[in-house]
C-alpha cells in the first residue's frame, strides 16, 4: 500500500457499536482494516456497474450425462476465449462434474458468459464471483 492518510469519521453510536460487533465477527484486526474492505467492495460494484474490467471465478456443477451438455459447454467456452483464462474440471462422481472457469475481461461480457452457461438444461447450480483486476 502507499502513503497512509488518516482521516476521521463521526457515526452514531449505534451505528459504530454494531460496527464493532462485525469487526470482531469478521476477525479483522482493526476498524481501518474493515473500513478499507468496504471501500474495495464499493468500488469493485462501481466497476461492475460501469462495465469495467473485472476478475472473477465461475463455479458450476452440472450433470454430465445430460444429452449433448459438455458439447455445448465446451462450444460456449470457446465463444468467450478471450475472457477465459483457465478451466479447471472435476469429476465429483460418475455422474456429477465440477468446473471452474477463471476469466479475466469486461464485466459485461463475463456476466454474459455466466447467464449463458447457467441457463443449459443440466446445469445444477453456477456461481460467479468477481473481484478487481489490477
Known amino acids: 500500500m502507499g502513503d497512509l492518510y488518516r482521516f476521521g469519521i463521526s457515526l452514531d453510536r449505534e451505528l459504530i457499536d454494531s460496527f464493532d460487533r462485525h469487526i470482531a465477527a469478521q476477525h479483522y484486526q482493526s476498524r481501518s482494516e474493515a473500513i478499507r474492505d468496504l471501500i474495495r467492495e464499493e468500488l469493485l460494484r462501481k466497476t461492475t456497474a460501469e462495465g469495467g474490467t473485472v476478475a472473477g471465478a465461475i463455479v458450476m456443477t452440472y450433470d454430465h450425462h445430460k444429452r449433448e451438455l459438455v458439447n455445448t459447454l465446451i462450444d460456449i467456452q470457446h465463444d468467450f476465449h478471450e475472457i477465459i483464462i483457465s478451466t479447471q474440471h472435476v469429476h465429483l462422481d460418475h455422474g456429477n462434474c465440477l468446473e ?27 456461481n460467479l464471483c468477481v473481484s478487481t483486476s489490477d
Open 100 to 126: 471452474v472457469i477463471a476469466v479475466k475481461g469486461s464485466a459485461p461480457e463475463i456476466e454474459k458468459l455466466s447467464t449463458a452457461l447457467k441457463v443449459l438444461v443440466g446445469v445444477k447450480h453456477l
